[in-house]
């Protein structure tokens, strides 16, 4: 989405300590309630290993709530002390990257996770609910069959710091940090297509421009446009690329001024010019709307996916709905069984027109 190469930021927690009671009933129902979530947590996998083994899925939500859960009348050191062994010392690299070191850690825990108003204590049933597990079962299953290569990498479904919903922790993997995430299936299906794209694509060894602005705004691209794909017509191009109508149609009207101001940029492996395109605090151009890489390579892909030849460059026509839809099913189905369709998409998409 809109957090990779997040920065891990490290804040003073100013919350007062709070005492941990949030699984604690005082009547039988509640205790029944809370064996009936044991039994569900319990159920979650620790671990799940997906996509031929390149895709693993860590979740690290049901090893904080099976502690929480059995620790009912413990002293808050003490459950403290079990996340520190159970939940960062296993995963301590994700940790590191996303929160920081086991202090930084203890600290998190004791005085946000343990309070009595974080998410974790009501939103658990809703995560539950999810069947994660199953979602990323079916959706790294049709990205292989749109792209016929396996996503890689490493999620870590998490009760965590909230610094993002998901995003992207460099080499570490990625995160889904349901502090920040609502429990919303469609929203969180669509985000996870466009990140499982990312992690097909950057599956490709042999990118010759590897760590290139372009590059980037690519692959921001290509999982922007194989999640309207994805959603079948229930999010239009606008909403794909994390645009307002207004701002899609700004950049429509404006399509060939944000290609002139990208041109200088696209072979920059520079961080602040991968921001002045990709980032979404960002403006190309003056009253644009941000993140413009993100538009100008979905245009691309609605324009060069026709049949598998590319088409001669962006045209204003990248929103009509019926042209792209055709264009989607020509290139999905009909190139050759087995063939690493994205990947031909991708190095096809190298927009060397943009670089003349
Ligand atoms: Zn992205």
Redesign the pocket.
Known sequence: ??Y?RMDCVKVILLLPLAVFSGFRGNAQSSQAESSALMRRVDAVPKEVSLADGSLKIVNLYKIEASVLLRSPSRAPAEIVDQLARDVYTPYSAFWRGYLGDEAAFREWAETKLLATTHPIHSHLPAVLDLDLNRQFTQLSKWVYQISGKQPLGTWYVVFGPGWTNMGGLGDIGMVLDFTRQEQNREAIEFVLV??LT?QVNSARPDDPNQGTVLQRIV??GL??YAAYVWAAGRKTPAESVFYTLEEWQWAIAHEEQLIAAARPYLLSKERKDDDRLAARNKHLLEGGPAAAG?FLDFGLCNNTWKGGVRSPGPRRSTCQFGRCWTGVHIHFNDLPRGEPRLRLAAVSLSPRKWLR
């Open positions: 989405m809109y990779h466009h990140e990312h692959s921001e999982a922007s993100y």
